[in-house]
């Protein structure tokens, strides 16, 4: 769940209380201005987290006390912030008061478009008629999520799954499962995969126009000789 400016203010308390009588000289005012631009700008800093506090942590920006919440820490859950003491984190402000003394920053935005445009180049490399092994994520009642390689992942739709027709996923496949599928189709970001393409149909009738080979081992005699034999005359 995504904190309230109310929550917000309720984590920085432990980090205010550091933060002096709230008077600015020009060097903070200036810092104060940096950051308000970089706000509406939405560049990305580097900043060193410096130390612990409740619902996050807190670091320096150009010499102001900035705040970064648990939440906006990582794309994962968080429940020690412990590792993130002394790490350079690449951040955006979020939030920057002068009046309350209140400069939030974030790196949970920087690290989605970095997961988007990792996930987009890998897709450009998946082309039709390839094939992955992979693990059933999730049973849905129109079809199964797979987990591919790279941290991708696909559709097998329940009428891709086999030649016989099945009511759900779930009476061929479990979650944990794995199998192998081929790419049927990528479009608008989505990975469509099928199992049964990768399974010979038993009841696919030949085409009345396959050609029939005979081994030369069993090749049939037509010559007068060949029709002759096995009678006495």
Not at 146 to 173: C, F, N, T, W, Y
Request: proline content about 3%; hydrophobic content about 40%; aromatic content about 4%.
């Amino acid at each position: 769940m995504e904190e309230t400016m109310k929550d917000y203010e309720k984590m920085l308390e432990d980090s205010y209380s550091l933060m002096g009588d709230g008077v600015h000289d020009t060097d903070s005012l200036l810092a104060w201005k940096k950051a308000a631009e970089l706000k509406e700008s939405k560049e990305n800093i580097t900043v060193t987290v410096t130390g612990i506090v409740k619902g996050g942590v807190v670091a320096d920006f150009e010499g102001i006390r900035a705040f970064i919440p648990v939440s906006k820490l990582s794309l994962e859950r968080i429940d020690d912030c412990n590792p993130f003491l002394g790490k350079e984190l690449e951040v955006r402000v979020s939030e920057a008061n002068i009046d309350e003394d209140k400069l939030i920053l974030s790196a949970k935005e920087i690290l989605k478009e970095k997961k988007d445009l990792d996930r987009k180049k890998k897709l450009s490399d998946v082309k039709v008629g390839q094939v992955f092994h992979g693990t059933v994520a999730t049973i849905k009642d129109y079809g199964a999520f797979i987990d591919l390689e790279d941290g991708m992942s696909g559709l097998v739709h329940v009428s891709q799954i086999s030649h016989e027709r099945i009511k759900h996923p779930g009476a061929v496949l479990k979650e944990g499962q794995e199998v192998d599928v081929k790419v049927i189709d990528v479009k608008d970001g989505k990975i469509s995969l099928s199992m049964k393409a990768l399974i010979e149909n038993p009841e696919e009738p030949v085409p009345e126009d396959a050609e029939v080979k005979i081994p030369e081992t069993e090749a049939i005699g037509t010559s007068l000789g060949d029709l002759l034999k096995g009678f006495k005359l």
